[in-house]
């Protein structure tokens, strides 16, 4: 029997922290990067009083529409795809307006991903599988399988993860066979 694989698709499949940071640098007149947050955590600084948060556009029709897939994601799920039963899970119903808009961006970026296979909920502590990929190490607290942390600007400073950087990390790992627990 396939082990099943769950993906998580915000800052996993799709690059919302790109378009957060964006909107968070208009709105406050800054330019930072992804990197300024290797060594610091993007929700404490971004919480800071005098910025102006970024938050309410996350409710804002449109906002998962246009995100972009992180390099390798398409190719490597769909290598995973057959080897694992893929499901892609996302806590989604926090913003009622994108569930619509996730599931036509799977269609778009991953055809090859079934309705069937696409789950939206408020808490992933009902969610059972062999392997999470996820951003956020709360999503691991109840998971019984193996975790793979994918690295993001909101997580640099969460340690007692396997952590990947990117898609071809997570092929090495779960399609060539590395160890996952290394
Ligand atoms: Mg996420």
């Not at 994108?98 to 909920?121: A, D, G, Q």
Request: contains cysteine.
């Amino acid at each position: 029997m396939k082990k099943r694989l769950i993906i998580d698709m915000d800052d996993v499949l799709a690059d919302t922290g790109a378009k957060i940071l964006r909107i968070f640098n208009e709105r406050n007149n800054q330019n930072l990067t992804k990197d300024f947050f290797e060594d610091k955590d993007f929700y404490s600084y971004v919480r800071q009083s005098h910025f102006d948060s970024y938050r309410n556009e996350l409710f804002e029709p449109g906002f998962f529409s246009d995100l972009e897939s992180f390099p390798d994601s398409v190719e490597v799920v769909k290598a995973l795809h057959e080897k694992y039963e893929v499901f892609v899970v996302s806590a989604a119903t926090e913003f009622p307006n994108s569930l619509t808009e996730k599931v036509r961006w799977l269609e778009r970026h991953f055809p090859f991903i079934s309705w069937r296979n696409m789950v939206f909920c408020g808490d992933k502590s009902i969610v059972h599988g062999d392997i999470m990929i996820d951003d956020h190490a709360r999503n691991f607290d109840k998971f019984e399988g193996e975790k793979l942390l994918f690295h993001s600007m909101h997580n640099t400073q969460v340690e007692g993860y396997r952590r990947v950087r990117d898609w071809k990390e997570i092929y090495e790992i779960l399609y060539t066979g590395g160890d996952i627990n290394k």
